[in-house]
């Protein structure tokens, strides 16, 4: 299954979990439960502007992006976190009015049961989407993941906080404990901002990818070719290496590029997804940076 059809998958559970947690929300009229069910509503909008932009990254370069359209990814990440933020001050002033004005709650044994469901239903999607975005490298993927793994601790919170409810008769813990899930997913979505953000700047690709770059340039290297100024970067599922490659001033034009493209191709069979860009430079030759560090 592919990145998109996971997001497919991921609208149709939170269309799912978002009429399971409603319901549990109108039996009990837990303003806990509707902060549950708030954020559901975020996990929708979130998978549907994530498939939007896995389907414009995945679109080939053009004469305007003739890079590609990865970034796109990022995008969705930073939209869903922002999302969060609104659903969060919705919850929390839902939360104040319940405060000031207690309301009996009913019904619980069935709120619960339906929100166990529904966070059932979101941990067994949220464990295979996580997997599947490591596998393709997917930040959307990812981001829609780890938030709905969030809900799933979320909804296990308001379920001990309202038996807690139950037991005690103390009607002011439901508004507080919606007020924590709040504050919980605020911290979840300056989280998932935050990671945008430094997507969107460059970031190097990880350090296992690195390690692979690395351990292929040390076995083509020796006294007739070196390399110097590596930098790595990552642009969604795509990534990207560019080097300098110091060879003999007197080889031949063709022995350089077979040389070159031996390297290429061992680059890009030792990290999946690289786009390895190559300048070939004498032995003599330096070329001079602001930094004199090389970033890999």
Same mark, same amino acid.
């Given at each position: ?21 409603? $319901?549990?929300? %109108? ?33 080939? =370069? ?41 309301? =009996?709650?009913?019904?619980?044994? %069935? ?51 309202? $038996? ?7 009607? %002011? ?6 007020? $924590? ?66 060879? =003999? ?48």
């Amino acid at each position: 299954m592919q990145v998109a059809s996971y997001l497919k998958l991921s609208v149709a559970v939170a269309v799912a979990t978002i009429a399971l947690k409603t $319901g549990a929300w %109108w039996l009990t009229d837990s303003v806990s439960l509707l902060s549950d069910a708030m954020e559901s509503l975020v996990n929708l909008a979130g998978a549907m502007f994530a498939l939007v932009m896995v389907t414009v990254a995945q679109a080939p =370069p053009d004469a305007d992006h003739p890079y590609g359209h990865h970034k796109a990814e990022y995008f969705s990440s930073g939209f869903e976190g922002v999302l969060i933020l609104v659903a969060a001050l919705g919850i929390i002033w839902a939360s104040g009015q319940r405060l000031l004005h207690p309301q =009996p709650l009913e019904a619980l044994g %069935w709120g619960v049961v339906l929100s166990v469901v529904s966070s059932a239903m979101n941990g067994a999607l949220a464990w295979a989407m996580l997997r599947k975005a490591r596998e393709h490298r997917s930040m959307a993927l990812e981001a829609d993941a780890r938030h709905l793994f969030t809900d799933v601790w979320t909804s296990a919170g308001v379920v001990l906080g309202l $038996g807690a409810v139950h037991a005690t008769g103390w009607l %002011w813990l439901d508004p507080v404990i919606a007020i $924590g899930v709040a504050l919980n997913i605020v911290r979840e979505g300056v989280h998932l901002i935050a990671r945008s953000a430094d997507g969107l700047m460059d970031r190097a690709i990880d350090a296992e990818g690195r390690e692979a770059i690395q351990r292929v340039l040390d076995d083509f290297a020796h006294h007739t070719i070196r390399f110097d100024h590596v930098v790595t970067r990552r642009a969604g599922q795509r990534q990207f290496v560019d080097l300098h490659m110091h060879m =003999p001033a007197d080889w031949s034009l063709g022995r350089a590029a077979a040389v070159r493209a031996s390297v290429e191709q061992a680059l890009m069979a030792a990290v999946p997804g690289l786009r390895a860009t190559l300048q070939l430079l004498p032995m003599d030759v330096e070329a001079h940076f602001d930094d004199p560090r090389d970033p890999l």
